[in-house]
Protein backbone atom coordinates (compact mmCIF):
# COMPACT_ATOMS: atom_id res chain seq x y z
CA UNK A 1 0.00 0.00 0.00
CA UNK A 2 1.14 3.03 -1.12
CA UNK A 3 2.34 6.11 1.65
CA UNK A 4 -0.84 7.59 3.70
CA UNK A 5 -2.06 11.22 2.07
CA UNK A 6 -4.68 12.03 4.69
CA UNK A 7 -5.55 10.63 7.97
CA UNK A 8 -9.00 10.76 10.05
CA UNK A 9 -8.67 14.22 11.75
CA UNK A 10 -10.49 13.47 14.64
CA UNK A 11 -10.36 14.06 18.69
CA UNK A 12 -10.19 10.41 19.00
CA UNK A 13 -7.31 8.42 19.96
CA UNK A 14 -8.53 5.01 18.96
CA UNK A 15 -11.29 5.52 16.73
CA UNK A 16 -14.59 3.23 16.39
CA UNK A 17 -13.02 2.03 12.38
CA UNK A 18 -10.75 4.45 10.49
CA UNK A 19 -10.21 4.35 6.69
CA UNK A 20 -6.59 4.33 5.14
CA UNK A 21 -6.46 6.92 2.28
CA UNK A 22 -3.39 6.96 -0.31
CA UNK A 23 -2.01 7.71 -3.18
CA UNK A 24 -3.62 4.70 -5.28
CA UNK A 25 -6.73 5.29 -4.36
CA UNK A 26 -6.63 9.29 -4.84
CA UNK A 27 -5.12 8.60 -8.06
CA UNK A 28 -7.59 5.96 -9.17
CA UNK A 29 -10.34 8.78 -8.15
CA UNK A 30 -8.73 11.20 -10.51
CA UNK A 31 -8.34 9.39 -13.53
CA UNK A 32 -11.88 8.21 -13.77
CA UNK A 33 -12.98 12.37 -12.48
CA UNK A 34 -10.61 13.12 -15.68
CA UNK A 35 -12.50 10.20 -17.97
CA UNK A 36 -15.31 12.77 -17.99
CA UNK A 37 -17.97 9.58 -17.53
CA UNK A 38 -18.75 9.50 -13.94
CA UNK A 39 -22.58 8.16 -14.35
CA UNK A 40 -22.72 4.33 -14.05
CA UNK A 41 -20.42 3.15 -17.18
CA UNK A 42 -17.37 0.39 -17.47
CA UNK A 43 -15.89 1.05 -14.09
CA UNK A 44 -19.25 -0.28 -12.47
CA UNK A 45 -19.60 -2.68 -14.51
CA UNK A 46 -15.65 -4.39 -14.37
CA UNK A 47 -16.48 -3.75 -10.36
CA UNK A 48 -19.14 -5.85 -10.93
CA UNK A 49 -16.99 -8.59 -12.62
CA UNK A 50 -14.45 -8.64 -9.68
CA UNK A 51 -16.74 -8.81 -7.04
CA UNK A 52 -18.94 -11.88 -8.90
CA UNK A 53 -15.41 -13.13 -9.53
CA UNK A 54 -14.13 -12.85 -5.50
CA UNK A 55 -16.98 -14.01 -4.75
CA UNK A 56 -17.83 -17.13 -7.16
CA UNK A 57 -21.48 -15.42 -8.02
CA UNK A 58 -23.42 -15.67 -11.22
CA UNK A 59 -23.96 -12.10 -11.14
CA UNK A 60 -23.07 -9.41 -9.10
CA UNK A 61 -25.11 -6.28 -9.12
CA UNK A 62 -23.60 -2.76 -7.94
CA UNK A 63 -26.31 -0.52 -6.55
CA UNK A 64 -26.15 2.74 -4.46
CA UNK A 65 -25.84 1.66 -0.79
CA UNK A 66 -26.58 -1.58 1.24
CA UNK A 67 -30.34 -0.62 2.19
CA UNK A 68 -30.67 -0.02 -1.52
CA UNK A 69 -29.59 -3.42 -2.18
CA UNK A 70 -31.86 -5.17 0.45
CA UNK A 71 -34.86 -3.12 -0.75
CA UNK A 72 -34.47 -4.33 -3.91
CA UNK A 73 -33.68 -8.39 -3.70
CA UNK A 74 -36.82 -8.51 -1.33
CA UNK A 75 -38.44 -6.53 -3.88
CA UNK A 76 -37.29 -8.73 -6.89
CA UNK A 77 -38.18 -12.12 -4.96
CA UNK A 78 -42.03 -10.98 -4.52
CA UNK A 79 -42.34 -9.46 -1.17
CA UNK A 80 -45.22 -7.69 -0.67
CA UNK A 81 -48.08 -6.32 1.27
CA UNK A 82 -49.96 -10.07 2.41
CA UNK A 83 -46.02 -11.38 3.34
CA UNK A 84 -43.83 -11.14 6.52
CA UNK A 85 -40.79 -11.58 6.81
CA UNK A 86 -38.47 -13.33 9.29
CA UNK A 87 -35.79 -11.00 9.98
CA UNK A 88 -33.33 -10.88 13.13
CA UNK A 89 -33.58 -8.05 16.04
CA UNK A 90 -30.17 -7.57 16.47
CA UNK A 91 -29.50 -6.28 13.22
CA UNK A 92 -29.01 -2.37 11.57
CA UNK A 93 -32.46 -0.85 10.83
CA UNK A 94 -32.32 -1.16 7.39
CA UNK A 95 -33.16 -4.73 6.54
CA UNK A 96 -36.71 -3.97 8.63
CA UNK A 97 -37.11 -0.84 6.55
CA UNK A 98 -36.38 -2.54 3.35
CA UNK A 99 -39.28 -5.20 4.35
CA UNK A 100 -42.17 -1.98 4.93
CA UNK A 101 -41.02 -0.27 1.87
CA UNK A 102 -42.10 -3.49 0.20
CA UNK A 103 -45.84 -3.21 1.84
CA UNK A 104 -44.22 -6.68 3.96
CA UNK A 105 -44.25 -7.13 8.38
CA UNK A 106 -41.00 -7.13 9.51
CA UNK A 107 -41.02 -10.34 12.00
CA UNK A 108 -38.38 -9.86 14.54
CA UNK A 109 -36.17 -12.99 15.72
CA UNK A 110 -34.12 -14.08 18.85
CA UNK A 111 -29.99 -14.68 18.59
CA UNK A 112 -28.43 -17.97 19.90
CA UNK A 113 -27.11 -16.19 23.08
CA UNK A 114 -24.77 -14.11 24.86
CA UNK A 115 -21.84 -16.23 22.91
CA UNK A 116 -24.14 -16.69 19.63
CA UNK A 117 -25.08 -13.02 18.18
CA UNK A 118 -27.03 -14.76 15.11
CA UNK A 119 -30.29 -15.58 14.59
CA UNK A 120 -31.39 -18.73 16.52
CA UNK A 121 -32.86 -21.58 13.87
CA UNK A 122 -34.78 -22.73 16.48
CA UNK A 123 -36.71 -19.03 16.80
CA UNK A 124 -36.85 -18.84 13.03
CA UNK A 125 -38.78 -22.04 13.36
CA UNK A 126 -41.24 -20.53 15.87
CA UNK A 127 -41.81 -17.28 13.97
CA UNK A 128 -42.96 -19.03 10.86
CA UNK A 129 -46.48 -18.42 9.71
CA UNK A 130 -48.88 -18.83 6.29
CA UNK A 131 -47.93 -15.21 5.31
CA UNK A 132 -44.26 -15.75 5.65
CA UNK A 133 -42.09 -15.30 2.69
CA UNK A 134 -38.67 -14.80 3.14
CA UNK A 135 -36.24 -14.91 5.87
CA UNK A 136 -33.15 -12.11 6.35
CA UNK A 137 -30.12 -13.82 7.85
CA UNK A 138 -27.55 -11.45 8.99
CA UNK A 139 -23.74 -12.96 9.50
CA UNK A 140 -23.47 -10.71 12.39
CA UNK A 141 -20.12 -8.88 12.96
CA UNK A 142 -18.96 -10.67 9.78
CA UNK A 143 -19.31 -14.32 11.58
CA UNK A 144 -21.85 -16.94 9.12
CA UNK A 145 -25.13 -17.68 10.55
CA UNK A 146 -26.39 -21.52 11.10
CA UNK A 147 -26.95 -20.90 7.34
CA UNK A 148 -27.43 -24.90 6.86
CA UNK A 149 -30.32 -24.97 9.67
CA UNK A 150 -31.94 -22.11 8.57
CA UNK A 151 -32.12 -23.42 4.89
CA UNK A 152 -33.77 -26.43 6.32
CA UNK A 153 -36.52 -24.68 7.83
CA UNK A 154 -36.82 -22.40 4.70
CA UNK A 155 -36.99 -25.48 1.97
CA UNK A 156 -39.43 -27.00 4.32
CA UNK A 157 -41.77 -23.73 4.46
CA UNK A 158 -41.30 -23.05 0.59
CA UNK A 159 -39.43 -19.38 2.37
CA UNK A 160 -36.68 -17.61 0.11
CA UNK A 161 -33.55 -16.38 1.92
CA UNK A 162 -31.67 -12.95 1.44
CA UNK A 163 -28.83 -12.64 2.88
CA UNK A 164 -28.07 -9.29 4.85
CA UNK A 165 -24.11 -9.67 4.00
CA UNK A 166 -23.37 -6.08 4.84
CA UNK A 167 -20.78 -7.32 7.66
CA UNK A 168 -19.53 -10.10 5.70
CA UNK A 169 -17.11 -9.41 2.46
CA UNK A 170 -14.96 -12.36 2.19
CA UNK A 171 -16.75 -14.54 4.70
CA UNK A 172 -17.75 -17.97 3.64
CA UNK A 173 -19.14 -21.25 5.28
CA UNK A 174 -17.61 -24.52 4.37
CA UNK A 175 -15.51 -23.04 1.52
CA UNK A 176 -18.88 -20.98 -0.11
CA UNK A 177 -18.76 -17.12 0.32
CA UNK A 178 -21.11 -15.43 2.73
CA UNK A 179 -23.29 -13.96 0.03
CA UNK A 180 -23.58 -16.37 -2.35
CA UNK A 181 -26.00 -18.76 0.40
CA UNK A 182 -29.25 -17.56 0.26
CA UNK A 183 -31.25 -16.76 -3.36
CA UNK A 184 -30.04 -13.06 -2.98
CA UNK A 185 -27.05 -11.78 -1.18
CA UNK A 186 -26.70 -7.73 -0.13
CA UNK A 187 -23.81 -5.95 0.78
CA UNK A 188 -22.79 -2.35 2.01
CA UNK A 189 -20.09 -0.18 1.12
CA UNK A 190 -20.28 1.84 3.72
CA UNK A 191 -17.38 4.04 5.11
CA UNK A 192 -16.68 1.69 8.26
CA UNK A 193 -17.32 -1.35 6.45
CA UNK A 194 -14.74 -3.63 6.16
CA UNK A 195 -14.80 -2.94 2.12
CA UNK A 196 -15.74 1.40 2.12
CA UNK A 197 -15.96 3.10 -1.23
CA UNK A 198 -18.07 5.88 1.28
CA UNK A 199 -21.86 4.76 -0.51
CA UNK A 200 -21.98 1.68 -2.46
CA UNK A 201 -23.73 -1.74 -2.47
CA UNK A 202 -23.87 -4.93 -4.30
CA UNK A 203 -26.55 -7.66 -4.70
CA UNK A 204 -25.22 -11.27 -5.81
CA UNK A 205 -27.55 -14.10 -6.90
CA UNK A 206 -26.86 -17.06 -9.15
CA UNK A 207 -30.68 -16.66 -10.57
CA UNK A 208 -30.70 -15.26 -14.27
CA UNK A 209 -34.46 -14.19 -14.11
CA UNK A 210 -33.66 -12.62 -10.65
CA UNK A 211 -30.55 -11.23 -11.49
CA UNK A 212 -32.59 -9.20 -15.05
CA UNK A 213 -35.18 -8.07 -12.48
CA UNK A 214 -32.68 -6.37 -10.05
CA UNK A 215 -30.85 -4.79 -13.12
CA UNK A 216 -34.34 -3.38 -14.46
CA UNK A 217 -35.51 -2.41 -10.62
CA UNK A 218 -31.81 -0.65 -9.98
CA UNK A 219 -32.47 2.17 -13.27
CA UNK A 220 -36.48 2.75 -13.21
CA UNK A 221 -37.31 -0.30 -15.26
CA UNK A 222 -35.35 1.07 -18.61
CA UNK A 223 -34.45 -1.33 -20.97
CA UNK A 224 -31.36 0.86 -21.79
CA UNK A 225 -28.55 2.71 -20.06
CA UNK A 226 -27.56 6.11 -20.67
CA UNK A 227 -24.31 4.39 -21.12
CA UNK A 228 -25.58 2.35 -23.99
CA UNK A 229 -27.30 5.11 -25.84
CA UNK A 230 -23.81 7.35 -25.10
CA UNK A 231 -21.67 4.69 -27.02
CA UNK A 232 -24.44 4.61 -29.60
CA UNK A 233 -25.28 0.97 -28.58
CA UNK A 234 -29.00 2.31 -28.29
CA UNK A 235 -30.91 5.26 -29.24
CA UNK A 236 -34.09 4.92 -26.90
CA UNK A 237 -35.65 2.99 -24.37
CA UNK A 238 -38.19 1.02 -23.27
CA UNK A 239 -39.91 0.72 -20.00
CA UNK A 240 -41.37 -2.33 -18.04
CA UNK A 241 -41.62 -1.94 -14.75
CA UNK A 242 -41.44 0.78 -11.85
CA UNK A 243 -38.04 1.05 -10.71
CA UNK A 244 -35.77 3.00 -8.86
CA UNK A 245 -32.38 5.24 -9.71
CA UNK A 246 -30.21 3.12 -7.37
CA UNK A 247 -27.79 3.04 -9.34
CA UNK A 248 -24.05 3.33 -8.09
CA UNK A 249 -21.26 5.76 -9.74
CA UNK A 250 -18.09 5.29 -11.75
CA UNK A 251 -15.60 6.93 -8.82
CA UNK A 252 -17.19 5.05 -5.78
CA UNK A 253 -16.89 1.66 -8.55
CA UNK A 254 -13.26 2.19 -8.81
CA UNK A 255 -12.51 3.09 -4.99
CA UNK A 256 -14.65 -0.73 -4.35
CA UNK A 257 -12.22 -2.24 -7.00
CA UNK A 258 -8.83 -0.82 -5.04
CA UNK A 259 -10.91 -1.44 -1.73
CA UNK A 260 -11.86 -5.15 -3.39
CA UNK A 261 -8.16 -6.08 -4.18
CA UNK A 262 -7.32 -5.21 -0.31
CA UNK A 263 -10.37 -6.96 1.28
CA UNK A 264 -8.38 -10.48 2.05
CA UNK A 265 -5.60 -8.58 3.87
CA UNK A 266 -7.83 -5.88 5.66
CA UNK A 267 -10.02 -8.85 6.84
CA UNK A 268 -6.72 -10.92 7.93
CA UNK A 269 -5.65 -7.98 9.73
CA UNK A 270 -8.76 -7.32 12.05
CA UNK A 271 -8.57 -11.37 12.66
CA UNK A 272 -5.05 -10.96 14.42
CA UNK A 273 -6.73 -7.17 16.37
CA UNK A 274 -9.77 -10.02 17.36
CA UNK A 275 -7.44 -12.87 18.34
CA UNK A 276 -5.94 -10.30 20.73
CA UNK A 277 -9.01 -9.11 22.42
CA UNK A 278 -9.99 -12.54 22.63
CA UNK A 279 -6.94 -13.27 24.37
CA UNK A 280 -7.29 -10.66 27.07
CA UNK A 281 -10.87 -10.06 27.06
CA UNK A 282 -12.75 -13.21 26.94
CA UNK A 283 -13.70 -15.09 30.04
CA UNK A 284 -11.86 -11.63 31.44
CA UNK A 285 -13.40 -9.76 34.54
CA UNK A 286 -16.91 -11.77 33.59
CA UNK A 287 -16.24 -10.29 30.14
CA UNK A 288 -17.55 -12.68 27.21
CA UNK A 289 -16.31 -12.03 23.59
CA UNK A 290 -19.36 -13.86 21.69
CA UNK A 291 -18.25 -16.45 18.57
CA UNK A 292 -15.84 -18.01 20.41
CA UNK A 293 -14.35 -21.48 19.75
CA UNK A 294 -13.47 -22.16 16.01
CA UNK A 295 -16.21 -23.94 14.11
CA UNK A 296 -15.22 -25.83 11.08
CA UNK A 297 -15.61 -24.55 7.86
CA UNK A 298 -16.67 -21.03 9.45
CA UNK A 299 -14.55 -18.14 8.37
CA UNK A 300 -15.24 -14.78 9.58
CA UNK A 301 -14.60 -11.45 7.94
CA UNK A 302 -14.10 -9.66 11.19
CA UNK A 303 -16.06 -6.61 10.80
CA UNK A 304 -16.52 -5.78 14.35
CA UNK A 305 -15.32 -6.38 17.75
CA UNK A 306 -18.21 -6.95 20.21
CA UNK A 307 -18.11 -8.34 23.93
CA UNK A 308 -21.03 -8.52 26.42
CA UNK A 309 -20.43 -6.42 29.74
CA UNK A 310 -20.92 -8.41 33.20
CA UNK A 311 -24.80 -8.71 34.14
CA UNK A 312 -25.57 -5.58 36.10
CA UNK A 313 -22.76 -3.13 34.32
CA UNK A 314 -23.34 0.63 33.55
CA UNK A 315 -22.43 0.58 29.75
CA UNK A 316 -23.05 4.22 29.38
CA UNK A 317 -20.41 4.78 32.54
CA UNK A 318 -18.01 1.98 31.18
CA UNK A 319 -18.27 4.05 27.45
CA UNK A 320 -17.85 7.39 29.35
CA UNK A 321 -14.47 5.67 30.79
CA UNK A 322 -13.20 4.92 27.19
CA UNK A 323 -14.56 8.16 26.17
CA UNK A 324 -12.68 9.96 28.44
CA UNK A 325 -9.58 8.17 27.29
CA UNK A 326 -10.20 8.96 23.96
CA UNK A 327 -11.16 5.45 22.67
CA UNK A 328 -14.53 5.89 20.96
CA UNK A 329 -17.12 2.70 21.09
CA UNK A 330 -20.37 2.11 19.75
CA UNK A 331 -23.08 -0.15 19.90
CA UNK A 332 -24.24 -3.08 17.48
CA UNK A 333 -27.16 -2.43 17.76
CA UNK A 334 -30.13 -1.27 19.93
CA UNK A 335 -32.70 -3.93 19.06
CA UNK A 336 -34.72 -3.03 15.90
CA UNK A 337 -38.41 -4.16 18.42
CA UNK A 338 -36.86 -2.07 21.05
CA UNK A 339 -37.34 1.24 18.58
CA UNK A 340 -40.74 3.85 18.64
CA UNK A 341 -41.59 2.65 15.09
CA UNK A 342 -41.56 -1.61 15.90
CA UNK A 343 -42.42 -1.54 19.13
CA UNK A 344 -45.92 -0.48 18.16
CA UNK A 345 -46.45 -3.53 15.96
CA UNK A 346 -43.84 -6.43 17.66
CA UNK A 347 -45.24 -9.15 19.10
CA UNK A 348 -43.00 -11.90 19.70
CA UNK A 349 -40.82 -12.24 23.27
CA UNK A 350 -36.85 -12.16 22.42
CA UNK A 351 -35.43 -12.98 25.53
CA UNK A 352 -32.06 -13.47 24.28
CA UNK A 353 -31.92 -10.31 22.49
CA UNK A 354 -33.57 -8.27 25.36
CA UNK A 355 -30.75 -10.07 27.68
CA UNK A 356 -27.77 -8.86 26.00
CA UNK A 357 -29.61 -5.18 24.69
CA UNK A 358 -27.68 -3.66 27.27
CA UNK A 359 -24.62 -5.25 27.77
CA UNK A 360 -22.95 -5.11 23.86
CA UNK A 361 -20.41 -3.00 23.52
CA UNK A 362 -18.10 -2.42 20.49
CA UNK A 363 -15.09 -1.50 20.56
CA UNK A 364 -12.69 -0.06 17.87
CA UNK A 365 -11.51 -2.37 14.71
CA UNK A 366 -9.67 -1.66 11.79
CA UNK A 367 -6.95 -3.51 9.86
CA UNK A 368 -4.31 -1.01 10.30
CA UNK A 369 -5.18 0.03 13.93
CA UNK A 370 -1.85 -0.72 16.03
CA UNK A 371 -1.09 -3.28 18.70
CA UNK A 372 -0.79 -0.86 21.20
CA UNK A 373 -3.93 0.64 20.18
CA UNK A 374 -5.15 -2.47 21.02
CA UNK A 375 -3.72 -2.80 24.52
CA UNK A 376 -5.15 0.71 25.44
CA UNK A 377 -8.45 -0.35 24.98
CA UNK A 378 -8.27 -3.61 26.66
CA UNK A 379 -6.16 -1.74 29.95
CA UNK A 380 -8.72 1.05 29.64
CA UNK A 381 -11.92 -1.23 29.59
CA UNK A 382 -10.60 -3.96 32.17
CA UNK A 383 -10.28 -1.10 34.84
CA UNK A 384 -13.38 0.56 33.68
CA UNK A 385 -15.48 -2.69 34.67
C1 LIG B 1 -26.08 -5.12 8.77
C2 LIG B 1 -26.34 -3.98 7.86
N1 LIG B 1 -27.31 -4.08 6.95
C3 LIG B 1 -27.55 -3.09 6.08
C4 LIG B 1 -26.83 -1.92 6.09
C5 LIG B 1 -27.21 -0.83 5.16
O1 LIG B 1 -26.20 -0.46 4.32
P1 LIG B 1 -26.04 1.05 3.79
O2 LIG B 1 -25.65 1.90 4.95
O3 LIG B 1 -24.97 0.94 2.76
O4 LIG B 1 -27.35 1.45 3.21
C6 LIG B 1 -25.77 -1.79 7.00
C7 LIG B 1 -24.88 -0.64 6.99
O5 LIG B 1 -24.87 0.35 7.49
C8 LIG B 1 -25.54 -2.84 7.92
O6 LIG B 1 -24.58 -2.75 8.84
Not at 13 to 26: F, G, M, N, Q, T
Not at 51 to 65: E, K, Q
Not at 256 to 262: A, E, F, I, W
Request: with cysteine; net charge negative; hydrophobic share 40%.
Amino acid sequence: MSEDVAVNESRWRVPLSDIAVDDELVDAVLETIRSGWWSMGPQVAEFEREFAAFTDAHHAIAVANGSAALHLALLAVGCGSEDEVIVPSLNFVAAANSIVHTGAKPVFCDVGGHDDLNLDPGDVERAVSPRTKAIIVLHYSGVPCAFDDIAEIADRHRLTIVEDAAHAPGASLNGRMCGTLGRVGCFSFFSNKNLPVGEGGMILTGDDELAEQLRLLRSHGMTTLTWDRHRGHASSYDVVLPGFNYRLDEVRAVLGMVQLRRLPEENEARGRIVARYREALDGAQGLTMPFGGDVEGRVSSHHLAVVVLPDGTDRSEVRAALDADGIQTSVHYPPIHTFTLYRKTHQRNLPRTDAIAERILTLPLYGRMADEQVDVVIGTLLSAI
